[in-house]
């Protein structure tokens, strides 16, 4: 995964309080924008054949 999510970030730097500052420093004027389904660059790369579509997990309900 290239982007962690805001949530996961006191995983990824270890100290939740330190974290939270640094964050809060950051994002205190911004928007955050969740964005949700593949790239355009990974939509291309599947469409070439260059990488293979992921295998669906059994975790998803299946659509009716």
Known sequence: MAVVPVLWCHVVFGDAKM??????????HSHVITIRGDSYRLREKRRT????????????????
């Open 19 to 28: 974290t939270t500052a640094l964050l809060d420093r950051l994002l205190h």
């Open 49 to 64: 054949g260059l990488l293979k579509a992921p295998a669906i997990s059994s975790s998803v309900p299946a659509q009716a």
